[in-house]
């Protein structure tokens, strides 16, 4: 069986890890793996690429030469000077840093010991109600769509149609028998111009002018100025209304503690970043930091 390089490149060379002293399960030419190294590369292999090396013998050794490759060509990177393109070698020097860096980190917040959170999340439902169990006034509607979209037909010749059939349901039309005979949303016009999505104000997923419409009437029953959106003119009737209120303590309790754990990991990061800043024991050679920043001088600076 034949498997992608470029694939197998990423899969094995991204999970290059240290082993230290664990007991090795497979070496050659000096460079070896451990049973632990091997179980979570093996891990995020390919559903097809962990089957194979489970029943097949010749796909099992091809894929554990290409892991051990991959550590070996890895390998070769160590230690070695500046050279050759720098760019690129500067690059996996710092990208290789940061890894690093982000791993221990992680690592620190790992082993971190958090408090709990309980009072203080009852404390801040108070002082940030809005922010953590306000659930915003939702409204459901019913529309009457003249379908006109940008640049298709001519909305000047349409909209004393829309006009005159708002003027007629405010005067006391049915509206379902007229959405069901004048709408041409083929998606609502069968259920009487519901349309089937309750909305608040802001929707992401809905046009904004359809949502400012909804949201401009006053009472239920009640129906909009013809409304522009980039389908064509609605007649938009205000069917419900959900009013805005806060969910209970209790059922917003979780999310308050996660983020209060979650501003505690994130200051307790800046706190283990400020351990390794500059000392005053810091050495800086002036003259050379001169010379690094002076082409980024601007021409007019004094300084």
């Not at 796909?59 to 000077?81: C, F, H, S, T, V």
């Not at 500059?278 to 050379?288: E, F, G, R, S």
Request: glycine share 6%; with cysteine.
């Amino acid at each position: 069986m034949k498997f992608k390089t470029a694939l197998l490149l990423l899969l094995f060379v991204g999970c290059v890890r240290t082993a230290g002293a664990a007991e090795a399960v497979i070496e050659d030419d000096g460079v070896s793996l451990s049973r632990e190294e091997l179980e979570y590369l093996v891990k995020y292999w390919t559903p097809e690429m962990q089957r194979a090396a489970a029943v097949d013998a010749g796909d099992r050794i091809e894929l554990l030469n290409m892991a051990l490759a991959g550590k070996k060509i890895a390998q070769q990177a160590q230690g070695l000077p500046p050279g050759g393109d720098l760019d690129t070698y500067w690059r996996h020097i710092f990208a290789i840093r940061n890894i690093q860096r982000d791993y221990m980190v992680k690592r620190y917040l790992q082993e971190l010991d958090i408090p709990d959170m309980s009072e203080l999340a009852k404390e801040r439902y108070q002082t940030e109600k809005k922010k953590f169990a306000l659930v915003p006034e939702q409204r459901s509607s019913s529309h009457i769509l003249l379908r006109c979209p940008a640049g298709e037909c001519d909305r000047t010749a349409r909209r004393p149609e829309a006009q005159a059939l708002l003027e007629e349901l405010r005067a006391g039309a049915d509206f379902e028998q007229m959405a069901r005979e004048k709408s041409e949303d083929p998606g609502s016009r069968a259920k009487g111009g519901k349309f089937d999505r309750w909305l608040t104000l802001g929707e992401a997923q809905v046009d904004p002018y359809f949502t400012g419409g909804v949201f401009s009437v006053d009472a239920v029953g009640g129906y909009s100025d013809v409304v522009d959106t980039r389908f064509g003119l609605h007649i938009i009737r205000l069917d419900e209304i959900r009013p805005a209120h806060f969910k209970p303590y209790e059922e917003v309790k979780d999310d308050i503690i996660a983020a209060l754990e979650k501003e505690y990991k994130q200051l307790a990061a800046k706190q283990f970043d400020a351990r390794y800043r500059l000392t005053d024991n810091a050495k800086i050679d002036t003259a050379a930091m001169d010379e690094i920043f002076s082409p980024y001088k601007p021409a007019d600076s004094d300084q």
